[in-house]
Each structure stands twice: as C-alpha cells, then as structure tokens.
C-alpha cells in the first residue's frame, strides 16, 4: 500500500479518537449544574446546555441581581413566568430544581439583614426633673413615670431604676410612644432612671431624674374656719415644729365660719364666764326666794 495512504488512514484514525476523548469529557463552564430543564413535554433528564458564565440570582440575564429578579422568580413560580436563563441562575441551594426556599435565598440575597448595633434611645416624659410632692404622715404618693423609647430593632424589655435598683420592668413596649411605670413611694429624695434592651442586646439608659418627697408641715398661725390636730392635741394656731395629720372643715355650705372666734381658748374663756354669771344669778334667785319665805 503506497505510504501516502497509510500516513491518511493513521491521522483520520488519531483525529477519530481524538473527538470521541473531547466529546466524553462533558461540558465544564463555570457554575454549570447537570439539572433538568424544562422543554415543551415538560421537565427532562438531559443535561443543561452548556453557558460559558452566569450569576447565581440573575435570572433575567441583565448583569445584576435585584428586585428584578425577585419578581421574574415570583412569576416563573406562581404565575407561569418564563423559566431563567440559564435554568442554573434560579436554582439558589443547587438542589436541580426552582422553588420558595430559592425565592426566599434570593430575598435574602437581594435585601439582606443587617444586624441593629446602636443601643436605644430613651426620653424621660414624666414626673419632671426636680418634681416635688407632699403626703400625709404615713402615706405613700402613686406616681406614674413616663417615657418614650426609639429604635431601628423591636425592644425586648425596659426597667424602672430608682436610686440605681430595678424597681418594675415592662416586657411588652411600643416604640416612639409613652411607656407607663406605675410605683408608690413613701416621704423621702429620689432619683430615677429607663434601661432598655434591643433583640440585639444592645443596652440604653436615659438621663437621670430627681423628685422629692416629703410630708405636710405647716407654717402659719391662722387657719380660717378649719380645725386641725397636731401631735394628738386639739388646736388652730400653727406650730412651726407639728405637722399636720388632719384638716376638719368647720365652715358651713356658704363658706363661713361655724365659730365666732377662730381660737378654742378664747371660745372656751367665754364660755366659763357664761357659767360664772348664770351661776351668780341662779345663787341670788335662791336667796331672795329663802329670805322671802321666812
């Protein structure tokens, strides 16, 4: 056989194999999956066509990833929208098929979550810096403390601190509008605080608050119609060292005083001398009847 041939038969025999070799290797671009796709019969289990690049997401092949993109996956899902090009862009676990768990990765893609990492911000409302009240011996005053708290996360919980100790905590609490701790204290100077926590751990506290306290102390010596008890004795004329316990009204429905003199000695001299003379009248009575008689 003329070598001319032989050396013809050899390289077409070379080239034969050669393409059988290139053909069994498969298709090796990036971010290629071997996965269904759909054609007219529905879903297949040839392999996907080889793509040379494409983007996790991209589902309309627009070169960037975003709410686009959602909406094509939203359509191909639920309202028969076209199928991604390349089918590999939509597939966001690589679990060969297209469903909600890869539209809610693409939500996540698109829109991530960035975790809040600025503490809250508290505004005291009520009772003002510096509040003063009085009470009765004994008693306690009911005060409402007020606030308001801002934040990017949902709070988890906020604490009254009085004098530096937790006093109430409020678990369920409504950003940006007026929070309510309900406490009774007795006579005494208080300071006051809010500590808030985020769901993130991130702490607030607000500025601190002062009130006072303290019990009734009087300082005046008139006191017109009323009758008052101080220190267990009876009297209306103040005394710079009692306090006060209890005020009884002695005026009338018209506002005027029930008593011609507003001081009990005075009242009670009058009333001996009344004595005095009805009992001077009385003893004469007695003797001219006696002398009368005889």
Known sequence: MNKSIILLLSALIILAFAGFAFAGSGNTGT?????????????????????????????????????????????????????????????????????????????????????????????????????????DIGDKKSLSFMFKVSDDSNISYCELLIDGNVRNTLDNVEKDSVQIFNRSLGDGSYEWKVRCEDEYGNVGVSDKWGIDISKYVTNTNNHQGNYFVYNGLSDNTGNSDSYLISPINLNDTNGNSLVQNDNPKTIGLGFLIIMLIAVFIIGAIVLVVFFASR
């Open 31 to 135: 971010n290629i999956h071997n996965v269904p796709v759909a054609d007219d019969a529905g879903l297949s289990n040839n392999p996907a066509p080889f793509i040379e690049d494409y983007i996790i997401g991209d589902l309309n092949n627009d070169g960037v990833v975003n709410q686009s993109d959602i909406d094509y996956m939203t359509s191909y899902l639920f309202a028969a929208g076209d199928e991604p090009v390349p089918f590999e862009s939509g597939d966001m676990d690589e679990s060969g098929f297209i469903d909600a768990i890869d539209l809610g990765l693409l939500i996540d893609l698109v829109y991530p979550v960035v975790p809040d990492t600025q503490e809250p911000v508290i505004e005291l409302v009520s009772p003002d810096d510096g509040k003063e009240y009085k009470v």
